[in-house]
């Protein structure tokens, strides 16, 4: 990705075929999708890349079982040919994992999940060979029908279930993979193909010419300076704030949508506490409710809740409540006694979901995509999920191909995200070896792909930063070098939230601006910052820290006293 200041620079220097508002996954695969169809392409977001919904997700790529449920079919067999694209496109970075669904002392086995798993089988056998059709691929991952295993098996894949004695389990697979990163890779390939990017960026107005979208006048939000981006197109993909960019001239509310934001919350914990091993459980949580217990970055991560929020967008914070309803959940199906002391990082997401006016909770609300297009030519794409993301851009620039009556189709389904690297083909910085933490191999492959080379290449000329961010974790203090040098990096929080997700991971080593002095000095030294600017960024972090209600084990838990606010 370009220096921030080169592509600050590139933005006032000509006009662009499109101007995308927002960084996210969607905005990210507009971007994308656009420039690989010969659009010049500018991109720009508020705050950081995937800052906001796709930085917060569940960190799964998956059909959604629970949604047929609900009986959306259709968003169903869509995300499962997305899976499958997702897992071509990128397989150093969205992967397989077994997924459990255990039978338990006397309980019944569940007759409506058995259905829906037959039904998930259909579609996504049928979704597999038309993902390959797509891309013209017959050597892709594919998923084996669900399956009925013995209780032994089930605790051999998940030992939090051993002392649970499980009779049987249903096996089916779904994938994961770390939504930020995801969106950041996005973003390099759009690059690839001419696009410019710069965050810290905010849309004051947007630009008019004769009653249409014509670009924007812009902040940069680091310096205050006004700029003008200038574009035959505007985009809007700014999620759950889509309804908040509108052109001037609207009155008709009717052209754009209203958004009706859900929360969901998440946490992590040690896998000492609550050993999940390799494979992901459901597990119920009230009447007509699950939530996932998933194996991520050397941690269990527990979630999701979905409630109505009508908070800080920008700032989610997991609520007391949400909290204690996860933890009852895995206490009560795992008979284990985990408490918020237990818990190494909690994070809460807004979905965008779109109202359609009916009094219906967000749970039961289609997470389907919508394009709109407004009297101004901007168009807005908001709903839908990360599994979703390519589709959803494809959407939108289907649309401008076809208003503009060109002849570009879409080339995303069969161009690759970054380049995979195996694990055991990196190799350490001579006499490094042993300075490395357990773990870096697989980490950088997966993080970086071919890439992670260049993490390694830093660690050589300084050694310094081959020794881990947090102790016992394997991410490097060379990444935050990358992250400042290559994905515009800016402050601690885009270091240890996005970049790496030790924020979401290891809070409580996190808490204190002296627990992270070491990454603002690596940080600013890459920004050129003075010691004062390296101090103010670590206090910095520990405000954020405090907004965002990352380190729920910490003294400071800004949540505890917010409830459903």
Known sequence: MLARADALAALTEERFDVLVIGGGVTGAGVAFD??????????VERADWASGTSSRSSKMVHGGLRYLQNFDLGLVREALV??????????????PTPFLVPTLGDERRSLKIGVGLNMYDVMATTRVRQGRRERGDEEQWSPDRHRTIPGEEAAELIPALE?????????????????????????????????????????????????????????????????????????????????????????????VPWIAPSRGTHI???????????????VPAGEDRTIFALPWYGRTLIGTTDREYEGDLDHPSPSADDIEYLLDAVNSFFGVELDRSRITGAYAGVRPLISTGDQHKSADISRKAELYETSSGMLTITGGKLTTWRRMAKQVVDRLVEREGREAPCRTHELPLGMPAEAEDLEPPAGLDGALPEGWRD????????????????????????????????????????????????????????????????????????????????????????????????SDWVREAREEGIDPAGENRPYADRGEA
């Not at 997305?82 to 992967?95: D, F, G, N, T």
């Not at 680091?222 to 704030?241: D, I």
């Open 34 to 43: 656009a420039a690989s169809r010969g659009y010049s392409v500018a991109i």
């Open 82 to 95: 997305e899976r499958q694209i997702m897992v071509a496109m990128a397989p150093h970075l969205v992967y």
């Open 163 to 255: 002392p649970r004695d499980p009779r049987d389990a249903y096996l089916f697979y779904d994938c994961q993979t770390d939504d930020a990163r995801l969106v950041l890779t996005i973003l390099g390939e759009a690059e690839r193909f001419g696009a410019v990017g710069v965050n810290g960026v905010e849309v004051a107005e947007l630009l008019d010419e004769g009653g249409r979208a014509a670009g924007a006048e812009c902040v940069d939000r680091a310096t205050g300076e006004r700029f003008t981006v200038r574009a035959a197109n505007v985009v809007n993909a700014t999620g759950v704030w889509a309804d908040r960019i509108r052109p001037h001239e609207i009155h008709d509310e009717a052209e």
């Open 268 to 282: 992590t914990v040690s896998t000492d506490d609550l050993p999940i091993g390799r494979a992901a459980c459901i």
């Open 443 to 538: 980490l950088l492959a997966f993080r970086y792909g071919h890439a992670a080379r260049h993490v390694l290449r830093v660690a050589a000329e300084r050694p310094e930063l081959a020794r881990p961010i947090v102790e016992g974790m394997p991410d490097l203090l060379a990444e935050v070098v990358i992250a400042a040098r290559y994905e515009q990096a800016r402050s601690v929080a885009d270091v240890l939230l996005r970049r790496t997700r030790l924020g979401l991971v290891a809070a409580p080593a996190l808490r204190t601006a002296d627990d992270v002095r070491e990454v603002a000095r690596v940080l600013g030294g890459e920004l050129g910052w003075d010691e004062a600017q390296v101090e103010s960024a670590a």
